[in-house]
């Protein structure tokens, strides 16, 4: 054992946990809190972060199938049209004069059948899940527009809307918050405590490799598309009841806020890495930076700013912190840098094998 290995294992166990992301997300957090208490007096209310927390359930129960997804090296670009379409079905089957509680069902149904679709397109016919699922978003959002067209529906029974905007009795904890806790705690077991989650982290990590292991590759990502359309019709149903009204261009715009999010909580885009808790963090940590901003007056295209700034530091600091870790890494283990990081210039002395070929 060298002395390296000794002290990496020697190391505290919260001096390892002060080195993960989700540490640095808390801090983050908690310096948008001090932030947003700074800009408004309000801020620090119970019922502000009551506010705060519903306005972001929609994109936060979207993107936790998206991080089962992204970690499994696809990406799902189709979510908030499936939510979009999922309120313009309910809309419709509620102006049809079907009852809920058979509705409701139909249109998670029909949310896993476009998940279903994504999922055959990507896993079986080998295409790019990002042009498929952009392409579905286009499907998916011109058929709400098919279903139920530019009117809205908005006499839905109070016993549904209070699903969206209704409180647990006794506190301000949203009911879609609760719902949100749920999955996410589901979510976390199974990815980090099962083995469809070992599977899923395999899959991320090496395809081919997974595959000669015996995962059926396929079928887990078929399923984790499955999974996403379903949550996602979910978010729908949520949305419509929280603003009593279903429309077809209902979710429009979602997309970039739930991939933000993911990417934010530490999930590599690459695939291969992720944790569901991170991605609980990133979604407080942007509901606070929203809520804030819209507290001190800010405009939306500021808002919007925003968000796509914080898309591009949530790419670019953990890909820098993985580069600069393995370069630390090599210079410690006495390791010579990567053939392809030689400087230009430089001649690299080639091997036996490439003299002979």
């Known amino acids: 054992m060298t002395t390296l290995t000794a ?3 020697a190391r505290p166990g919260w001096s390892r946990w ?3 992301w989700e540490a640095l997300l808390i801090v983050a957090l908690l310096g948008l809190i001090v932030v947003g208490n700074s800009l408004s007096p309000f801020f620090l209310t119970a019922g502000n972060f009551a506010n705060l927390i519903a306005a972001l359930m929609e994109v936060a129960i979207m993107a936790l199938p998206m991080t089962l997804i992204i970690i499994v090296g696809e990406i799902d670009l189709s979510v908030e049209s499936s939510a979009g379409l999922a309120s313009a079905l309910l809309g419709f089957l509620w102006m049809s004069h079907v009852p809920l509680p058979i509705a409701i069902p139909i249109v998670l149904a029909v949310g896993a059948l476009g998940g279903l679709v994504n999922g055959l397109f990507v896993a079986k016919a080998g295409l790019p899940s990002l042009v ?14 098919i279903v139920l067209g530019p009117i809205g529906v908005s006499d839905f029974p109070p016993a549904f809307t209070e699903l969206g905007f209704g409180h647990v009795p006794g506190t301000l ?6 719902i949100f806790v749920v999955l996410a705690v589901l979510l976390t077991v199974i990815l ?17 490799a997974a595959r000669y292991s015996g995962v059926r590759v396929s079928r887990v990502k078929i399923g984790l598309f499955v999974l996403s359309g379903l949550i996602a019709s979910l978010a729908g149903i949520i949305l419509t009841s929280r603003l009593s009204s279903a429309r077809a261009d209902a979710a429009e715009g979602m997309t970039l806020t739930v991939v933000t999010v993911v990417l934010l ?4 885009i690459f695939g291969g890495s992720g944790s569901i808790p991170g991605v609980v963090l ?6 606070v930076m929203q809520n804030a901003l819209r507290l001190a007056s800010v405009t939306v295209e500021v808002q919007s700013i925003a968000l ?3 898309l591009i530091l949530s790419v670019v600091i953990p890909t820098s912190a993985h580069r600069a870790k393995s370069a630390i890494d090599r210079v410690r283990g006495g390791r010579p840098p990567p053939a392809d990081s030689v400087p230009r210039g430089e001649q690299r002395i080639p091997t036996v094998e490439e003299e002979r070929s």
Request: a positive charge; aromatic letters at 8%; hydrophobic letters at 55%.
């Open 192 to 208: 980090h405590q099962t083995w469809i989650g070992r599977q899923i982290f395999a899959i991320g990590k090496n395809s081919g």
């Open 7 to 9: 002290a990496a294992q």
């Open 18 to 20: 002060l080195a993960r």
């Open 173 to 178: 904890i949203p009911w879609p918050f609760v």
């Open 265 to 268: 909580g530490g999930v590599n």
């Open 308 to 310: 796509g700034l914080l």
């Open 282 to 287: 990133a979604v407080l940590a942007v509901a």
């Open 132 to 145: 498929v699922t952009l392409g579905t978003l286009a499907v998916f959002r011109g058929l709400a527009l």
